[in-house]
């Protein structure tokens, strides 16, 4: 911590020690979870994987490409393994929606709405996650998320045009992507959401619709046109409510265990940084009012 007696209050609740330095903290773990503000993601990263540690850092990866490139650098260079944070795949209902996609209980994809809201209490310590160009707003704080898992489903970004409105109090984001594959999304992010925080999903194919809404009390449902029964409401035991498996807590796990195998992580570091880019182009698509196409990602 910035603030030694802040480290050491925290130190002693946990019962853990307090280091001096970031250094000092480095020569004496095996991994790294980095969840500094956004802007201080690369400059932690590196100086992880430089010590030779593997890294899992929160989302958004970084501020911008060429950030999440040294990040990727620095861990290959070093030889060790860098995740990215980007928790809905983790959460049971995306995975589900995924899974059947992946199946094709929908047919050919088609088209993708995302949404996701809530409040942004940036005041105190926090004032940093209010300050656009340190968070990105709610277009690359928030929403990096639903443009991570709509890639996950559909596939690389060819094309991204964004309106916003960006007040004092408030963000809000629409998105649309245009897919390689030929898909449409529709991504909306708010941190005007009145109160609470919701999410929600619409996929559609050319055989069905899966749908998710946090506000409905059968939180997923899937219609089929094969079958008579057209809702099917898939009870989800797992959700955040309950922390002794949560998604975050089986992001982590995920984590460990595929470097203790050896496998690959569900979430790479070039998925970060796909996320990036097409936040990072929905800001520009809503600074100049004009659609941004994206250039394939290169290292």
Request: one cysteine or more; aromatic letters at 8%.
């Amino acid at each position: 911590d910035l603030d030694p007696e802040a480290a050491q209050r925290a130190a002693d609740r946990f019962g853990v020690p307090a280091f001096p330095s970031r250094e000092a903290l480095l020569d004496q773990v095996d991994i790294v979870d980095v969840c500094t503000p956004t802007f201080a993601h690369k400059e932690v990263v590196v100086a992880a994987a430089r010590a030779g540690k593997h890294v899992l850092t929160e989302k958004p990866m970084s501020q911008t490409v060429d950030d999440c490139r040294e990040m990727i650098r620095a861990a290959d260079e070093n030889g060790v393994r860098l995740f990215v944070a980007q928790v809905v795949r983790f959460f049971p209902e995306y995975a589900t929606a995924k899974r059947l996609v992946e199946e094709g209980s929908i047919g050919d994809l088609g088209v993708i709405r995302l949404t996701r809201g809530g409040q942004n209490h940036g005041a105190g310590p926090r004032e940093w996650f209010v300050e656009e160009y340190k968070s990105g707003g709610v277009v690359l704080d928030l929403m990096v998320h639903d443009f991570d898992y709509a890639r996950w489903l559909a596939g690389d970004v060819e094309r991204v045009f964004c309106q916003r409105h960006l007040g004092v109090d408030s963000d809000y984001a629409l998105v649309t992507l245009r897919f390689r594959s030929g898909a449409i999304g529709h991504i909306e992010g708010s941190w005007a959401y009145p109160s609470g925080f919701r999410t929600g999903f619409d996929i559609a194919g050319d055989d069905g619709l899966l749908t998710f809404d946090t506000e409905k009390a059968v939180p997923l449902e899937v219609r089929l046109k094969e079958t008579e029964s057209t809702a099917k409401g898939v009870v989800v035991p797992s959700s955040p409510l309950f922390p002794e498996d949560s998604p975050y807590a089986r992001e982590i796990r995920h984590f460990h265990d595929c470097l203790e195998t050896g496998e690959e992580f569900l979430v790479t570091a070039r998925d970060g940084m796909a996320a990036v880019q097409i936040a990072n182009a929905a800001r520009q698509s809503a600074l100049t009012g004009k659609p941004v196409t994206l250039d394939p990602l290169g290292l």
